[in-house]
């Protein structure tokens, strides 16, 4: 996005949040947004950190670009992360966008966590705390998810019939974000039990938990607002079906009981 399209995008965070959302926000804006040097390439991802049992947790890239993030015993690899990836996929950093072709729309996004479904790439952001490996998990969820088929508008679409694509597009999108959530809490659960690896050991609560999948929830809601349904003629009802779509404790099942919600409580 140009200086002046985020610049506008801001003015819309500020005027449709406040409060602890628009600090969150803020904040998860500062955690995700990647370092220049690392968006463009020059500095590598290489993160080592220890867990409390003496697991080692690495995350490098090779010179091509393709990252390896592993767990490790005793000098033994006890995960590997391209284990929770499809068939086909793999780890990428921005290095990649340097030694390959690259397309437009992943340049742009260079540095952040996001899933290239034509090269069946995972990009892995600028992992600097054991907080981010729910993030990469986040992501590896995804990939077990089917392309999300975006219908074009007609040429003569009303905006009765554009409005309501856009509404199945976003739900839709809500579900997928939701889920991919759902499944990074399950594979965590099952490498814990499986392989006493604790990765999320550095949350202090579920509630911790719970506040990164807000706010990463919380950022998607905005931009689909801003860039959706501001172009288009949403209600006031319709906006407020929105933001309950993305809302918190709502990335469990799709209804709002959540079995797990007996982390704290925000508000
Ligand atoms: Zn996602």
């Known amino acids: 996005m140009s200086q002046k399209g985020l610049e506008k995008a801001e003015k819309y965070v500020g005027e449709h949040t406040s409060g602890e959302e628009l600090e969150l926000y803020k904040r998860s804006k500062e955690m995700l947004l990647p370092r220049d040097e690392y968006k463009e390439g020059k500095l590598k991802l290489d993160f080592v950190h220890t867990f409390q049992n003496g697991d080692i947790f690495k995350a490098t890239e090779d010179n091509e670009g393709f990252a390896k993030i592993i767990v490790e015993r005793q000098g033994e690899k006890v995960l590997d992360f391209d284990e929770l990836l499809t068939e086909g996929y793999r780890f990428a950093t921005p290095s990649y966008l340097k030694t390959h072709e690259s397309d437009k729309a992943a340049t742009e996004l260079a540095g952040r966590y996001f899933v290239h479904r034509d090269k069946q790439l995972v990009f892995v952001g600028n992992i600097r705390t054991p907080d981010d490996i729910f993030a990469v998990l986040h992501e590896a969820g995804h990939t077990h998810q089917k392309r999300q088929e975006l219908k074009n508008g007609r040429p003569r679409e009303s905006v009765d019939d554009r409005t309501k694509r856009l509404k199945d597009e976003i739900a839709e999108f809500s579900r997928r ?9 399950k594979t965590a659960r099952a490498i814990k039990r499986e392989r006493h690896i ?3 050991e550095s949350y202090k609560n579920f509630g911790a938990i719970k506040r990164v999948i807000y706010v990463a929830l919380l950022s998607h809601r905005l931009a689909k607002e801003y860039f959706k349904v501001e172009a288009s003629e949403f209600s006031e009802e319709d906006m407020k079906i929105f933001k309950d779509l993305f809302d918190k404790g709502k990335f469990g099942k799709s209804g709002s009981k959540n079995p797990e919600s007996n982390g704290e409580k925000k508000n």
């Open 177 to 185: 974000e939701r889920d991919a959530w759902k499944v990074a809490l």
């Open 198 to 200: 604790d990765l999320f």
